[in-house]
């Protein structure tokens, strides 16, 4: 049976799962819309599937073997969060997870904890999210009066890591900073008044603390951070948007975690022509000029996700530099342009 009609009380719950926070804690369920977001559910925690007429006829493969209700294309309309809806939402359970599970599936040599305070930009949540995966952090830890996890725009912008990295919401964000120091974790505070931060300056087990949007870290929070720190930045940027933040300073982290292994690509030289200010992104980990600083696929995958943001810092930006697979085998070396190629994996040098 197709459903029609915006009054089918399955549709009413659908809707307000999808707009209502409160719903969402409720029923202890959230929505999922998309194609690659639904093959990343894990089978144990899927409620229910709701497709479009339309998508049943092009993309029927995908959902044969689960239970789904099909409604009209118009009233997918309503209960989908994007502007052009894909055709498919899911119910899925909601995960719960907590500090004591995060402390202890950490690996203590290489180990960041992120934790947030009263973080807002459901954006900014569904991009930690995202990127502390490609970092390999241990978790997450909230504050309650962060931005609703489950939102369907947190949960669309972490394309899947929401099912992946661990995190808990908390009450009390002071006693879980206490919680993480008793167990030997160093705690390191994203602060204006810190010191610059430099890769390697930061401990194997480690949690990162990054406060709000507009108001930074409450005093309370700060005062109980082992160490303030700061991202170096040119000209005249006092701060950084909250995710830029996280992805600047896990970028660095995880360059220490992981060095060239034996079967990775060799490295390779970039040689740049000029001047070029793109490389003043090396230099919020204070890399000296004629150093080379090596990149893994962790890190271009990190670097991919904030470096337009980072750019704009430049006041005399020749263009960004597109990170892909290619490899100028012949060369071995390439040059800035408008559509330079750069490799997942070398060594770049400082100029």
């Given at each position: ?208 603390l990054i406060g ?137 040098t400082v100029v």
């Amino acid at each position: 049976m197709v459903i029609t009609s915006t009054s089918n009380e399955q549709i009413k719950k659908l809707i307000q799962l999808k707009e209502k926070s409160k719903v969402r804690k409720t029923t202890g369920t959230f929505t999922v819309e998309g194609k690659k977001m639904f093959v990343e559910i894990p089978a144990e925690d899927l409620v229910s599937v709701y497709v479009s007429e339309t998508f049943l006829k092009e993309n029927g493969e995908l959902v044969k073997e689960k239970k789904y209700q099909i409604v009209s294309d118009q009233v997918f309309k309503k209960i989908s969060d994007t502007v052009t809806p894909q055709g498919i939402v899911a119910v899925v359970k909601q995960k719960s997870y907590s500090i004591d599970y995060i402390i202890e599936k950490r690996n203590k040599e290489k180990s960041c904890i992120v934790v947030l305070d009263r973080l807002q930009d459901p954006g900014n949540m569904g991009t930690i999210v995202r990127t502390g995966e490609a970092a390999g952090i241990s978790g997450i830890i909230m504050s309650k009066d962060s931005a609703d996890i489950y939102n369907p725009k947190v949960i669309r912008s972490t394309m899947g890591s929401i099912f992946r990295v661990p995190f808990a919401i908390v009450d009390d964000l002071t006693a879980a900073v206490d919680t993480l120091k008793d167990n030997g974790i160093t705690t390191y505070a994203a602060h204006l008044k810190g010191e610059l931060y430099n890769s390697g300056s930061l401990t194997k087990d480690c949690a990162l603390l990054i406060g709000n949007e507009a108001r930074g870290l409450s005093e309370e929070i700060s005062a109980k951070a082992d160490k303030l720190i700061k991202i170096p930045m040119h000209g005249k940027v006092e701060s950084l948007n909250a995710a830029v933040a996280i992805v600047s300073t896990l970028a660095g982290i995880s360059m220490d975690w992981r060095p060239l292994s034996a079967n990775a690509w060799p490295p390779i030289d970039i040689n740049v022509l000029g001047k070029m200010t793109f490389f003043r992104f090396f230099n919020f980990w204070n890399v000296p000029a004629g150093s080379a600083v090596r990149l893994v696929p962790d890190i271009s995958r990190l670097i991919k996700l904030g470096i337009s943001c980072i750019l704009t810092m430049s006041t005399s930006l020749i263009s960004p530099v597109i990170f892909s697979r290619t490899i100028d085998d012949a060369s071995r070396s390439f040059s800035a342009s408008t559509d330079a190629k750069v490799p997942f994996v070398g060594t770049w040098t400082v100029v």
